[in-house]
């Protein structure tokens, strides 16, 4: 990357270290780290939204739409997560090419599932199988970033829906007896009231959904663990920059990283929670009240 | 050579520690050979649960402790202790203690004692290790939030009738904070036996091909490319271990609250907290 770096078996001391720190696969170590911030960023919202789904699902007055909801908030629960985890990405993978089969090879005769195989014609594969190696990536990407948001859906769901039966029942019969309709409660009344509520749980999730994200490597994609796997190894002489095994050195920066990470967001959540407890009917809001006065 | 039920049974249902058939099943992968090698499995899940669990309470509560002493010397390492177990991903633990504990000298002599370290690194006593060491910080979080949320009343009336010192803390403050914090502490028993999952996914390795109930149903899923039968095996199992957990701690829990009238009880109800 740099002309000094040109012959790493020259150099030494801090001129290593840089060109050591430099390198192509280090660079390629700093990028996957966004890899990590890219999932959070797209599985929070989807998982809200799921969540958010699944909560005015569960609340349901339709039988059968209310014990969807109710399903899959439970569906967690009683069940390690890493088992959804391990489970939908083969199953989505599968779901995705049997759908795709269909379309594609309809006059297809062969059983799909045959004795230990799971074959669809050559078209369905997802992703081709001449596509580059990015599309494969990305597509990896894609099917962890849905089992997140289901997984962590489920979980939102919980903590939106306990939210809902949290803000006072009092506010929505009055806004009943003003004649508001089910639609307008749930908008107006219902909704904004219940995320003060919903902070905490939220606040708590997103802990773990950050401290979860290391289990991206399980799932196949490139992340950090799988870096600091790979340039912690020893290396031999063969290599530009021999060293013995430094793994234990990477996964100590790992988890700084995400001590930092983890104890920002703790201070952020305490902003936030601030922040919309003014002017609530809660303890909280009641303790701000009296501050200012 | 294809084997009964009861044979499987037989041959399987120990595999897990090392007892029975050497191999693993190497075709057929009937519903019986799933549900006896995962179910083998689970006994790994109960060690590392039970053994972590009942270790990691006496940890919490001295750390629980540590955390309102006055002094920063004793304050501040508990402090740190949960913040680093808490603030980190259990997965990125495992994989640091498994480096750490294999970079240890291999042997070395104390007062005259050949030792020999390379047991450390096997997932029987690293991963409990950590298994250990984060539910203690987990639950030593739960049990200081109890401690500071004791009614100050009862504090007062423990000191009104002369109580001082340790017998206040172990006749008033220590049960009130267990009744306290065990609704909660039964949250974290369970979400530990659902961690040990991740035991033999992170730096240990199964040795001899023998795994914990994920294990083996990953051993399935990869063999029949058939997700739908061991994954839900796996959650059949845990299901009724959660059951059986929540009806355990909610035992200790009619104990700890049998002075109260009914509708002053503290319920347990589950709560979240998967992936730690």
């Known amino acids: 990357m740099f002309d000094a770096c040109a012959d790493p078996k020259a150099i030494e001391g801090l001129t290593w270290a840089f060109c050591y720190l430099t390198s192509a696969k280090h660079v390629d170590f700093y990028w996957s780290f966004l890899t990590v911030l890219a999932l959070l960023a797209i599985t929070a919202p989807a998982a ?37 985890f391990l489970f939908f990405v083969i199953a989505l993978d599968q779901a995705i090419e049997w759908t795709t089969h269909q379309i594609v090879c309809p006059d297809w005769t062969e059983p799909i599932r045959k004795g230990l195989e799971f074959r669809v014609c050559p078209e369905a594969k997802v992703p081709l ?8 990536q990305i597509y990896g990407f894609f099917l962890a970033v849905v089992t997140f948001a289901i997984v962590f859906g489920a979980f939102a769901a919980n903590v939106i829906y306990g939210a809902m039966n949290a ?6 019969e009055t806004a009943e007896a003003y004649g508001m309709s089910r639609a307008q409660v749930f908008r107006r009344i219902l909704v904004p009231q219940m995320w003060v509520y919903a902070l905490p749980g939220l606040g708590n999730l997103w802990m773990i959904l950050i401290k979860a994200t290391p289990l991206l490597f399980l799932l196949g994609v490139k992340d ?12 031999t002489q063969v290599y530009e920059y021999p060293h013995g095994d430094w793994r234990l050195w990477y996964f100590l920066g790992l988890m700084v990283f995400y001590l930092a990470f983890t104890r920002l967001s703790e201070i952020g959540i305490g902003r936030l929670t601030r922040r919309l407890s003014h002017g609530q009917a809660t303890a909280a809001g009641e303790a701000l009240r009296k501050a200012a006065a | 050579m294809t084997m009964t039920c009861w044979e499987t ?44 669990l009942t270790f990691g309470f006496f940890l919490a509560n001295a750390i629980a402790l540590a955390r309102t002493a006055r002094s920063p010397w004793v304050r501040k390492p ?14 990125i633990q495992f994989f640091l203690a498994y480096e750490a504990l294999v970079l240890l000298p291999k042997e070395f002599t104390l007062f005259g004692a050949e030792i020999s370290t390379s047991w450390t690194t096997r997932a029987w006593a690293g991963a409990l290790l950590v298994l250990f060491l984060n539910t203690a910080a987990y639950s030593a979080e739960i049990f200081f939030g109890a401690l500071k949320s004791i009614p100050k009343g009862d504090l007062e009336a423990a000191e009104a009738y002369g109580l001082t010192g340790w017998k206040k803390f172990i006749r008033i403050e220590w049960p009130t904070m267990l009744r306290l914090g065990w609704p909660a502490y039964t949250n974290e028993a369970i979400f530990l036996f659902h961690a040990t999952t991740l035991v033999y996914f992170s730096g240990f390795p199964a040795f001899q091909q023998k795994g914990d109930a994920l294990y083996y149903a990953n051993f399935f899923a990869d063999k029949t490319f058939n997700p739908f039968i061991p994954y839900p095996i796996v959650a ?41």
């Open chain 1, 48 to 84: 809200l939204a799921m969540g958010f789904l699944g909560a005015t699902a569960a609340r349901s007055h339709i039988p059968p739409v209310s014990f969807a909801g109710k399903v899959y908030i439970w569906m967690v629960r009683g069940v390690p997560d890493i088992v959804f």
């Open chain 1, 129 to 136: 199988a001449k596509s580059p190696a990015i599309v494969h």
């Open chain 1, 167 to 172: 803000v006072p029942h009092a506010q929505l």
């Open chain 1, 224 to 235: 950090i663990v799988y870096y600091a796997r790979e340039l912690g190894g020893s290396k």
């Open chain 2, 9 to 52: 049974v037989q041959g399987y249902a120990l595999r897990s520690i090392g007892i029975g058939e050497p191999l693993l099943p190497k075709s057929d992968f009937t519903l019986c050979q799933q549900f006896t090698l995962i179910g083998s499995g689970l006994i790994w899940n109960l060690y590392f649960g039970i053994l972590a």
């Open chain 2, 78 to 91: 508990a402090e740190w202790f949960v913040f680093v177990f808490r603030g980190s991903p259990l997965f």
């Open chain 2, 236 to 276: 059949f199992y845990f299901i009724l271990l959660t059951l059986l957990v929540t009806t355990l701690y909610g035992l200790v829990n009619r104990r700890l609250n049998r002075h109260l009238p009914s509708n002053q009880r503290q319920k347990i109800r589950l709560r979240p907290n998967l992936v730690r």
